[in-house]
């Protein structure tokens, strides 16, 4: 249960949002070339129209272009009325040891989120040489001071989620939400059990990296491929994927013209996840929100398991 910082008096429940907007491009010049095919002005204009259509879950992290995506949406809150739903992330840096140190990194996320407190404040990794553990005690810590609403994790395998479940069950608090890698092409949590598990504890599903980092819009090829550190993860799927993507082409003609991205991420949203597909331009935006409001049949979801990877 969440509530929002501004004007939203009703609780809000994680598991009604149907879609998200990731934000790791947003002013991310190394991985996603921010600056370069586009900028604040085209990421202010996503946010605004992300808005105007009824999505306001936005996800971010402290690390995200070293902390000018969570700058750029506290600018863009600004000249904002409308309730805003953000989640963001500490980043368990091996040179970080101290509790101290975990505070100070969440008042520098309020501080460029502009914000008194966050919707959704999560453990980016599980990381050692501190234990998760002493990190959850310092959430619900936050969560008790109610600097936070909801209390996350990220990249948490099956055990640790387990234990992390059980950790804040201790404090009588529980785990919102497991952000993990799912798409079709990474459907590991199926296998592994951490999605049966998530489902049955109520944890909402929070999959990151929903297009593929792109490759499921069909828009990269072997021959097309992306640039950047994308082209090296994903060199050898590029020839494997075009099955997939042409049943992804045809689905989308079946339900009236809609494109890859939307079908994969209505994939996404059948399976009970919560897809927060990454956006840099409106195109791009209109595209993925087109997965909204309808549902592939549970045949068309069994037939694209059935191409994808497992
Ligand atoms: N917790 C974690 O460790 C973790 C890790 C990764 C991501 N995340 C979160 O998940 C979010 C999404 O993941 P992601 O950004 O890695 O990958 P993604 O959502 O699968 O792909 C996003 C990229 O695909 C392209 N794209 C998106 N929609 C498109 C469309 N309709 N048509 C054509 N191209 C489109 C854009 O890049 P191009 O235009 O350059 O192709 C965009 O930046 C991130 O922003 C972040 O919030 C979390």
């Known amino acids: 249960m969440m509530t929002s910082f501004k004007s939203s008096k009703s609780p809000y429940d994680l598991h009604q949002v149907q879609l998200g907007i990731g934000t790791w491009s947003w002013g991310d010049r190394l991985i996603w070339q921010y600056g370069k095919e586009y900028n604040d002005d085209d990421v202010h204009a996503v946010f605004t129209e992300c808005l105007n259509i009824g999505i306001s879950f936005f996800d971010t992290a402290e690390v995200y272009g ?46 460029r989120l502009g914000l008194p407190k966050v919707t959704l404040y999560q453990l980016h990794w599980p990381n050692p040489p501190v234990p998760f553990t002493i990190w959850l005690e310092e959430l619900a810590r936050l969560k008790e001071e109610g600097l936070i609403e909801a209390i996350g994790v990220s990249n948490f395998n099956l055990s640790q989620t387990e234990s992390a479940f059980r950790s804040l ?44 980092q792109g490759l499921l819009t069909g828009k990269y090829t072997s021959e097309n491929p992306p640039g950047g550190i994308r082209s090296a993860r994903y060199r050898n799927q590029l020839h494997t994927i075009t099955p997939l993507i042409s049943l992804l082409r045809k689905l989308g003609d079946q339900h009236g013209g809609k494109t890859p991205a939307s079908i994969a991420l209505n994939w996404a949203i059948c399976k009970g996840t919560l897809p927060i597909p990454g956006v840099k331009i409106i195109s791009q935006l209109n595209q993925n929100a087109s997965a909204l409001g309808w549902k592939l049949s549970d045949e068309e979801v069994a037939l694209l398991d059935s191409v994808s990877e497992v």
């Open 169 to 212: 069950e201790k404090y009588g608090l529980s785990l919102a939400s497991n952000q993990v890698e799912y798409h079709l092409l990474n459907r590991s949590i199926e296998r592994s059990g951490l999605m049966d598990y998530c489902h049955e504890k109520s944890i909402r599903i929070i999959a990151y990296s929903p297009l593929a």
């Open 66 to 111: 070293s902390g000018e995506s969570e700058r750029l949406i506290g600018r863009f809150l600004k000249g904002s009325k409308q309730a805003v739903f953000i989640a963001t992330k500490f980043m368990p840096y091996p040179w970080r040891l101290t509790r101290a140190s975990f505070r100070k990194a969440f008042y520098n996320s309020l501080k």
